[in-house]
């Protein structure tokens, strides 16, 4: 395929999330085999010919999408409510499990009644990247969403409905990404986005169980889902982020401005600032969790160090963060002992491993500013309510933000366009 056709092809997947490439070419080309035929009136041109598989072409392709979103639809609203409470079952109370699985596909495909998908055929599915495990017996949900998919819109082959294998390294879907608000919608891979996308990009899907894996997406009903880039890439980072609150937000207010133009919000923000100051006393003390702390530090461009103990593996350990111009550029932890002879060497982490050792508790943690902090002029910062208030309201302008943009994107006049 040229590099033209593939981009043009494109230019169609986001339609039909949460189906890969592969799996979106396997589908129509059975469709269209299937519905496919010959003119029988005399074709007396090669112009004529061309218009008259053209319009073949369109009539299949909107039969095709018109059939996929119905299912799509149907298969969302199934699978929802109970994705949702599989998160809080123990892996043996899953209902979304291998057996419901097999189960669904038996009674949408042309198998004799009663007679279930054989147990092979799932491991081949696994075995070729057409279906994704989570962990050990549980099926990702939106995989388990695409393959149903495949099968509701083939129910009469017994065999060959599914592509045998899918490259490993091969997207989960399509999304729609946008610049800014002026800028064209471009056609882009998910989960792994692309590297020139900026963090501040609109992000969008009508594949409503987007939510269902990544807590950055803002769920919109059953119309779809939207977010930014750099919240979904945040999420993606770290699986173990459970909520959209937990978020290490690296977004500013400045960078969402172009799709908000409403400045009282951006203001508020911008201005939020801490109304004790103690030049006696250089420690800052910080009773919330590490993500806060790191918030209000780079709000601030503080440049110091940020310390807690914790306790890990039965035995504590003291966790050290250092900050250059609101900046991580180290970390580690250093056992802590009473005994002389205990080996202290601090241990190097990465700050996502950081992040996970909290395990989502807040804890308190301290600052000790430097002397070489030269973006304030007092070396102490005490926050109080206010700033951690700031912190909820910056949450609460990005999720205004992306439903003023919902709307506009979501609106009944632009659905077929997306």
């Known amino acids: 395929m040229s590099q033209t056709a593939q981009t043009e092809s494109q230019r169609a997947y986001p339609f039909l999330a949460p189906l890969s490439s592969t799996m979106i070419q396997y589908s129509f080309q059975q469709r269209y085999q299937a519905h496919y035929t010959q003119p029988t009136i005399p074709v007396l041109s090669a112009a ?8 073949q072409f369109q009539r299949i ?10 299912a799509r639809h149907q298969i969302a609203e199934d699978m929802d409510g109970v994705v949702v409470l599989d998160k809080m079952r123990p892996i043996r109370k899953k209902e979304l499990n291998p057996a419901w699985f097999r189960t669904q596909l038996s009674q949408i495909g042309p198998q004799e009644k009663g007679r279930l998908i054989s147990a092979d055929a799932i491991d081949a599915f696994i075995k070729g990247g057409v279906l994704r495990k989570s962990s050990w017996g549980v099926y990702e949900p939106e995989s388990m969403a695409a393959v149903l998919l495949c099968r509701q819109l083939n129910q009469k082959r017994e065999r060959s409905w599914l592509p045998s294998a899918i490259p490993r390294d091969e997207e989960w879907y399509w999304i729609w990404t946008q610049a800014a608000p002026d800028a064209p919608l471009r056609p882009s891979p998910y989960p792994n986005l692309p590297a020139d996308l900026s963090p501040a ?4 899907t009508r594949w409503a169980g987007a939510s269902w894996s990544n807590v950055a997406w803002q769920r919109i009903g059953n119309l779809g889902a939207i977010s930014f880039a750099g919240l979904l890439q945040a999420a993606h980072e770290d699986p173990s982020i459970a909520t959209f609150e937990e978020l290490l937000i690296t977004l500013r207010p400045p960078q969402l401005e172009p799709w908000n133009r409403t400045q009282k919000v951006v203001d508020s923000i911008e201005a939020a600032s801490p109304t004790t100051r103690n030049n006696s006393e250089p420690q800052i003390a910080m009773n919330v969790g590490l993500a806060d702390s790191l918030e209000i530090l780079a709000h601030y461009q503080r440049t110091g160090t ?3 103990t914790i306790k890990r593996r039965q035995r504590h350990e003291r966790i050290t963060i250092e900050l250059l111009q609101g900046r991580v550029v180290a970390c580690h932890t250093t056992p802590i002992s009473t005994s002389p002879t205990h080996n202290q060497v601090p241990v190097h982490l990465a700050l996502k491993d950081v992040l996970k050792v909290e395990e989502r508790r807040p804890s308190s943690w301290t600052f000790q500013a430097h002397v070489s902090d030269t973006t304030r002029s007092t070396a102490n910062f005490a926050p109080n309510v206010e700033t951690f208030e700031s912190q909820r309201e910056l949450r609460t302008f990005i999720i205004k933000t992306l439903r003023q943009q919902a709307a506009r994107i979501f609106s009944a006049s632009n659905l077929k366009y997306i």
């Open 48 to 55: 004529q010919a061309a218009q008259l598989a053209q319009e």
């Open 61 to 70: 392709w909107t039969d095709y999408l018109t059939d996929f979103r119905s």
């Open 201 to 204: 990009s609109l992000v969008f």
């Open 306 to 308: 940020l310390q807690a």
